[in-house]
């Protein structure tokens, strides 16, 4: 058997030829055309875990899981402990396809702070790249619950700050610098160093510390997260991904080397290549995108063996149509429609507190709304799809698509704001006729998708209308005097 190498590994992601796509369509045109894709990993095939009787997690990191509340690991976050940390961890990349709500995040988190927790030496040994500055914030507030207890330092790109300040905090650089006359020799008594272990970064963000801060380097890297993979994938954000992943593999390390890692079993030392995992709740098949990740032998775990391409929560009752007192997120179709609702539901002087969230807000604004939606304080939040991906607001009861969504995709990413970590949620799909049908055929590529008519008393709508012809009116001044702002 001939001698294999490193791009030889990652061949094995590469799109299959147009005879190759002709046969696998010709089976089944629903089965993704890479083979390793049609023999997932499924999770519903692991038990839920108590964080005791999980083996080789750190007796730090069971206390503060146990701080935070969480007793057992949902069986995503098992499937994925086994993969990294499990015997023969780190040999293959991974790609994590479970609904929204499912504890993908702690997934990651909790086993790669667990390979980190031995270091001696700081380096960033992780990184995790996210495609919005919420998503990163919340997903570096999951490491700190955890890292902290086992001494690693947690870091965070987003562009909040200047890049000079954001720079300091992820990297030492030399303190000294000693110049010998008589020998005309320079000694650096210190070199730059890391001052975190964990990176939590978007692309954009990401790129400019590759590109511009001194000392920033990926060359230790041991775990590269893709998180919210299809929309990363979709965006080139200044071709970020192959930047990143030309510099996890130096110049000084050989294909020996690199091949020596990928031998590596359980409790060895040496680990030269980072593994790669790749998260999302909506997992692309193209052959094209997932080929950029040179992803070497991939396995895909999966929440269920079934050939629909999405997945709703199980626990998710879906309604075709707000609860009082209750946390609703109710999502547009554009920044525009959340902006006129949200101004609507003022003008109706409704009792309910409600807030907006769209990409037309500065980051401040937005970051404010957040707060007072998550901290109760605003029992609504109007969206656009800004908030769909990955973001987890606790106790969300009810999800109105105020709009019906165009692709099944959307809707999966909307109404996976409720019925997360096992909890109950409802949602609601406000239709015209003419939408019916559409969001019917939408609904056949979804599982877990049954949906019951829901309708209101005729009497309720009759209360209200009076009500909602006066918010009009004001509306319609309101709207004017902006214009007029502008």
């Not at 007793?71 to 929204?100: H, M, Y």
């Not at 106790?395 to 999966?412: E, F, L, Q, R, W």
């Amino acid at each position: 058997m001939g001698k294999r190498t490193r791009e030889s590994f990652e061949n094995e992601t590469l799109p299959p030829t147009t005879k190759q796509q002709e046969e696998v369509a010709s089976l089944d045109p629903s089965l993704p055309t890479l083979p390793w894709m049609r023999k997932p990993l499924i999770v519903d095939s692991f038990p839920a875990v108590q964080v005791h009787q999980l083996g080789c997690l750190d007796p730090r990191l069971i206390s503060a899981l146990q701080d935070i509340g969480i007793e057992s690991l949902f069986p995503v976050q098992v499937a994925v402990w086994q993969q990294v940390v499990g015997l023969g961890g780190g040999e293959r990349d991974i790609c994590v396809c479970s609904p929204t709500g499912s504890g993908k995040t702690l997934a990651y988190a909790l086993p790669i702070v667990q390979m980190l927790s031995t270091r001696v030496v700081r380096r960033l040994r992780a990184l995790v790249v996210l495609p919005t500055r919420d998503l990163a914030v919340q997903v570096k507030a999951v490491f700190d619950t955890i890292a902290s207890a086992v001494g690693l330092s947690v870091g965070l790109a987003i562009g909040q700050t200047q890049i000079a300040n954001e720079a300091a905090e992820l990297v030492e650089l030399p303190r000294k610098c000693v110049h010998h006359f008589s020998t005309s020799e320079v000694e650096m008594l210190d070199f730059p160093s890391s001052r975190i272990d964990i990176l939590v970064a978007t692309p954009g963000r990401l790129m400019d510390h590759i590109t511009s801060t001194e000392g920033f380097t990926l060359e230790h890297l041991r775990y590269m997260v893709i998180d919210e993979s299809d929309r990363l994938l979709r965006q080139a954000y200044q071709d970020w991904l192959p930047h990143s992943l030309e510099r996890i593999f130096t110049k000084g390390q050989s294909k020996q080397s690199l091949l020596k890692g990928l031998g590596r079993g359980f409790g060895m030392a040496n680990h030269y290549r980072a593994m790669k995992m790749v998260v999302s709740a909506t997992l692309t098949r193209d052959p094209a995108k997932i080929s950029q990740l040179k992803l070497c032998f991939p396995l895909l775990i999966s929440a269920n063996v079934e050939e629909k391409r999405y997945q709703l929560p199980k626990q998710l009752q879906s309604y075709k149509m707000m609860l009082e007192d209750q946390k609703t997120i109710v999502f547009t179709a554009s920044v525009t429609s959340t902006h006129r609702l949200f101004l609507l539901l003022q003008c109706c002087g409704t009792r309910l507190k409600a807030v907006e969230y769209s990409s037309l807000q500065h980051q401040h604004d937005r970051s404010k709304a957040l707060a007072a939606f998550r901290e109760g304080d605003a029992k609504v939040l109007i969206a656009s799809d800004a908030i769909t991906r990955g973001m987890d607001v606790e106790g969300v009861m009810n999800v109105i698509n105020y709009d019906v969504p165009v692709y099944a995709k959307t809707y999966v990413h909307r109404v996976g704001r409720t019925a997360r970590a096992g909890k109950p949620g409802s949602s609601y799909t406000l239709l015209r006729r003419e939408e019916v049908r559409h969001f019917k055929e939408m609904l056949q590529k979804v599982e877990n998708s049954k949906c019951k008519r829901f309708k209101l008393p005729q009497q309720t709508l009759d209360e209200l209308y009076p009500c909602y012809i006066e918010g009009l009116n004001k509306l319609k001044e309101v709207t004017v005097t902006e214009t007029i702002k502008v």
